[in-house]
């Protein structure tokens, strides 16, 4: 067994892990256990490092050319596709097609037409409709086209409004009198508003957000119980065949906007 002795203190140990216990305890500082292979001055590392910093290691080390570890054979060379001159460049960076000249006059850039069919969002371009009040035929992109009624202009559709929302189209219908939709017409319609807590069952519209009660809208209309000859124009009124509307969801409704189906599954009937 060798003697191995303090460098601060002189005191003497069997071993060099003693010695180092000892050093760090008493003098509170680690022993070198290593050797810079840079510099040559010793340091003390837990794990296996060759150099005592990164100076040293950043002088021993080169990231240039093959020592690079990223190094895939250095610069091509290739000529511009534009202006002939021959150039360098690294594959990693870029596939080589212009020089850096050419490439700052963007002359290289391609700017695809995206007009009429070419744009991706191209669905025909505009349409020919007819307007329901006079007639006439008029064309129009069919996104302009979404209203419930196709009408060629500002005066055609205050026409169509005014004689849309007569009588039960017009928002403030509040269900006529009896000549009108029959005997049990208003004890279904407060039913209706009752059961379904005078709210609209599309969008959730009550009564206190309207000023007034929302309507009451016959899913399958009364004028189809109206022109059957084996039907009553007061079987309309049964409880399951009504929803409570807002006027906006009541006249999409009309419009055959919003499916049967759906309204009855709102309102949790049949």
């Given amino acids: ?4 002795s303090c460098p601060t203190c002189g005191r003497v140990f069997d071993s060099q892990r003693g010695l180092g216990v000892h050093h760090s305890t008493v003098h509170d500082e680690r022993l070198p256990n290593r050797e810079c292979a840079a510099c040559g001055n010793e340091f003390h590392s837990e794990y296996e490092k060759k150099y005592c910093s990164d100076e040293c290691h950043d002088e021993a080390v080169s990231y240039e050319g093959e020592s ?7 610069k091509e060379t290739t000529e511009c596709e534009i202006c002939g001159t021959e150039f360098e460049y690294y594959p ?13 006059t963007e002359n290289w850039r391609h700017r695809p037409d995206v007009k009429g069919s070419n744009n991706p969002r191209w669905i025909g371009g505009k349409r020919e409709f007819d307007c329901a009040v006079c007639g006439e035929s008029f064309e129009r992109y069919p996104s302009e086209a979404t209203g419930e009624v196709a009408v060629c202009g500002e005066s055609c559709r205050r026409k169509w409004l005014s004689e ?3 009588g039960d189209g017009h928002p403030n219908w509040e269900g006529g009198g009896t000549d009108n939709y029959g005997k049990g017409w208003a004890a279904t319609r ?13 969008c ?46 009541h006249r999409r409704s009309e419009f055959g906007n919003v499916p049967k189906n759906r309204l009855r599954r709102a309102a949790g009937v049949r």
């Avoid at 407060?190 to 599309?202: N, W």
Wanted: aromatic share 6%.
């Fill in 68 to 74: 690079n570890p990223h190094y895939q054979g250095g």
């Fill in 190 to 202: 407060k039913a209706a508003l009752e059961r379904d807590d005078y709210t609209c069952v599309l």
């Fill in 92 to 104: 990693s960076d870029k596939e080589g097609l212009y020089c850096s000249e050419c490439v700052e």
């Fill in 164 to 166: 849309a929302f007569t």
């Fill in 204 to 249: 959730g519209t009550d009564a206190d957000d309207l000023g007034r009660n929302p309507d009451v809208h016959h899913i399958v209309p009364v004028r189809i119980y109206d022109e059957a000859g084996s039907h009553d124009k007061t079987e309309a009124h049964d409880l399951d065949n009504v929803v409570t509307l807002c006027p906006g969801c």
């Fill in 1 to 4: 067994m060798g003697e191995f």
